[in-house]
């Protein structure tokens, strides 16, 4: 039994599904949404305040300006693309604090919350303070 409680603590340690992140944003500042997508997808649509750092780019250069006492959360499309898995794992090895979305921005969507971009959805929950 030992071993499977470690299971689920350890992976509710690395993975966070939308509404653990819209309490985070609500509650606390330590949280940064990272949308690993090329950039014509996060142009196209993307969770209020994230910030978009492809997976592929990802090195020391591009990454020295984040803050490393935050939490990095990636996310990706959702459940058919691994973008956020490979942006998690390249930001761990940088030395980040670092979470997956779980279901990425399709699940954020079907939760209820909006989005910004060129086909922002005003969704039912999510009001931006920035």
């Given at each position: 039994?030992?071993?499977?409680?470690?299971?689920?603590?350890?992976?509710?340690?690395?993975?966070?599904?939308?509404?653990?992140?819209?309490?985070?944003?609500?509650?606390?500042?330590?949280?940064?949404?990272?949308?690993?997508?090329?950039?014509?997808?996060?142009?196209?649509?993307?969770?209020?305040?994230?910030?978009?750092?492809?997976?592929?780019?990802?090195?020391?250069?591009?990454?020295?300006?984040?803050?490393?006492?935050k939490i990095y959360v990636c996310y990706c499309d959702g459940i058919g693309c691994n973008a956020s898995t490979k942006g998690a794992l390249?930001?761990?090895?940088?030395?980040?604090?670092?979470?997956?979305?779980?279901?990425?921005?399709?699940?954020?969507?079907?939760?209820?919350?909006?989005?910004?971009?060129?086909?922002?959805?005003?969704?039912?929950?999510?009001?931006?303070?920035?």
């Open positions: 039994m030992q071993k499977q409680i470690e299971f689920y603590e350890n992976k509710l340690a690395y993975e966070m599904d939308p509404s653990d992140l819209y309490a985070a944003f609500e509650n606390s500042t330590e949280y940064i949404a990272v949308d690993t997508r090329q950039a014509f997808g996060y142009d196209k649509e993307h969770i209020p305040t994230a910030i978009n750092l492809p997976h592929r780019t990802m090195t020391e250069e591009t990454t020295q300006h984040l803050d490393k006492s390249k930001l761990t090895k940088l030395g980040f604090r670092v979470k997956e979305l779980m279901g990425g921005i399709e699940w954020w969507k079907y939760d209820g919350y909006a989005t910004e971009g060129q086909k922002a959805t005003s969704g039912s929950m999510f009001e931006c303070a920035c």
